[in-house]
C-alpha cells in the first residue's frame, strides 16, 4: 500500500510541475489566464509552432496593392500594401524585413533597392495555411536627380528566403542607382 501512495504522490508531483511549467510559459508570453489550465498536450503542440520552419517564397502568394497616396507637384507618394498569404498546407513563420526592388518588363532592376523604415518592430509571424502578413512599402518619387519612370512591378525576397518573387504592378520608379541616388522606396517590418 505504501508503494501505491508513494506512487500517487509522484504522478501528482508531476502533474504539479507541468501545469507549473505550463503557466510559467503562459505568462511570459503574455497570454491569458485561463490558458495556463491546457495540458500539456496543447503546451507540446504550441512549442511545435514556434519552432515551425520561415516560410519559403515558393509556398506565399504575394500581391500588391495600392494602400493610400497623395501627389503634390515636386513629389509623388505612394504607399503600397505587400499581402503574404501562406498557401502551403503547413504552418510556417515570418520576421523581419522582405527586400524589395522595382524592376523592368525584362526583369532589370530599376534604381535602388528599398531602404528599411523603422517605424515599426519586427514580430515573428506564425502564419497557419491560409493566413496572411503584410509589410507597407512607400514610393517617394521626385523630379530631377531621381530620373521616374515606369516600373513593371516588385521583386520581393520573403525575409530569411533568396528566392525571389516577381510582382507585376505598374508604379513610378526612380531610374537613377547608386550610392548618392535616391532610395526612393522604404519597407516596413512585415506585420500580423
Known amino acids: 500500500m505504501r508503494a501505491s501512495v508513494r506512487l500517487g504522490w509522484r504522478v501528482a508531483a508531476i502533474a504539479a510541475f507541468?501545469?507549473?511549467?505550463?503557466?510559467?510559459?503562459?505568462?511570459t508570453r503574455g497570454g491569458s489566464e485561463h490558458a495556463a489550465l491546457t495540458s500539456a498536450k496543447h503546451v507540446t503542440k504550441q512549442r511545435a509552432v514556434a519552432g515551425a520552419p520561415r516560410c519559403a517564397a515558393s509556398?506565399?502568394?504575394i500581391s500588391v496593392g495600392i494602400a493610400a497616396g497623395t501627389a503634390p507637384s515636386a513629389l509623388?507618394?505612394?504607399?503600397?500594401?505587400?499581402e503574404f498569404t501562406n498557401v502551403s498546407g503547413v504552418t510556417c513563420t515570418l520576421s523581419g524585413y522582405p527586400e524589395v526592388a522595382a524592376y523592368r518588363g525584362d526583369g532589370a532592376q530599376i534604381g535602388n533597392e528599398a531602404g528599411r523604415d523603422t517605424s515599426v518592430a519586427a514580430r515573428h509571424i506564425v502564419l497557419a495555411p491560409g493566413a496572411s502578413a503584410h509589410a507597407a512599402i512607400t514610393a517617394s518619387v521626385s523630379r530631377g536627380p531621381c530620373r521616374p519612370v515606369d516600373a513593371a512591378g516588385l521583386r520581393v525576397v520573403p525575409p530569411g528566403q533568396k528566392a525571389a518573387s516577381y510582382i507585376r504592378h505598374t508604379l513610378r520608379a526612380c531610374s537613377a542607382a547608386g550610392p548618392r541616388a535616391p532610395v526612393f522606396l522604404r519597407v516596413r517590418a512585415v506585420q500580423p
Not at 507541468?18 to 505568462?27: E, G, K, M, Y
Not at 509623388?76 to 505587400?82: F, M, S
Open 18 to 27: 507541468a501545469a507549473t511549467a505550463a503557466l510559467a510559459v503562459t505568462l
Open 59 to 61: 509556398r506565399l502568394r
Open 76 to 82: 509623388r507618394v505612394t504607399r503600397y500594401r505587400l
